[in-house]
T-cell receptor, first 112, second 109 residues
Framework: SQTIHQWPATLVQPVGSPLSLECTVE??????LYWYRQAAGRGLQLLFY??????ISSEVPQNLSASRPQDRQFILSSKKLLLSDSGFYLC???????????FGPGTRLTVT | GEDVEQSLFLSVREGDSSVINCTYT??????LYWYKQEPGAGLQLLTY?????DMKQDQRLTVLLNKKDKHLSLRIADTQTGDSAIYFC?????????FGAGTRLTVKP
């Protein structure tokens, strides 16, 4: 069966520091991968998605970036965090041609 | 752009039925989904319905779709305290998936 992992589970970082969040998927090949951000009490905002290695699409302009160095690995990064980057970051995957997205457990990021 | 709207809060008594409503604007939606999010956790896919269906039942969950009015609902029968969570409606046109802001369901004993 398929499993999706995210780490770390929680992170507290000062403003201006770098960020690296990792997401990996097991049990499937060539998944579509997604990064979402959920602000407190809000819905989900799609940040990035990827349909293959090295292929990244960005939905909103921001100081975040994403990379997909391997088929089942998706990384969210920032060179300098802002206070407004605080939130709950969710990674999700979908089988190519499938209709269901499955979510990881999320990373709670607090920028202080 | 396309929107998905949900009411933010719903409170019911244990044992009653809960009905969570959602409206969307994208007429090219192909699948519609209900996700459940418990505190501090990711989203769990509960159920989904293809846009050419009008009802889907899965144990205590019933999904109703009115495609003409672009209205989706989730009915939870015999609601339990463990059903307390945030419920997200989502839809896709096979490209992007769009989510509502979530309905916080509180179940009172």
């Amino acid at each position: 069966s398929q499993t999706i992992h995210q780490w770390p589970a929680t992170l507290v970082q000062p403003v201006g520091s770098p960020l690296s969040l990792e997401c990996t998927v097991e049990g499937t090949s060539n998944p579509n991968l997604y990064w979402y951000r959920q602000a407190a009490g809000r819905g989900l905002q799609l940040l990035f998605y990827s349909v293959g290695i090295g292929q990244i699409s960005s939905e909103v302009p921001q100081n975040l970036s994403a990379s997909r160095p391997q088929d089942r690995q998706f990384i969210l990064s920032s060179k300098k965090l802002l206070l407004s980057d605080s939130g709950f970051y969710l990674c999700a995957w979908k089988a190519g041609g499938g209709y269901e997205q499955y979510f990881g457990p999320g990373t709670r990021l607090t920028v202080t | 752009g396309e929107d998905v709207e949900q009411s933010l809060f719903l409170s019911v008594r244990e044992g009653d039925s809960s009905v969570i409503n959602c409206t969307y604007t994208d007429s090219s939606s192909t699948y519609l989904y209900w996700y459940k999010q418990e505190p501090g956790a990711g989203l769990q896919l509960l159920t989904y319905i293809f846009s050419n269906m009008d009802m889907k039942q899965d144990q205590r969950l019933t999904v109703l779709l009115n495609k003409k009015d672009k209205h989706l609902s989730l009915r939870i029968a015999d609601t339990q305290t463990g059903d307390s969570a945030i419920y997200f409606c989502a839809e896709t046109d096979n490209n992007d998936m769009r989510f509502g802001a979530g309905t916080r369901l509180t179940v009172k004993p």
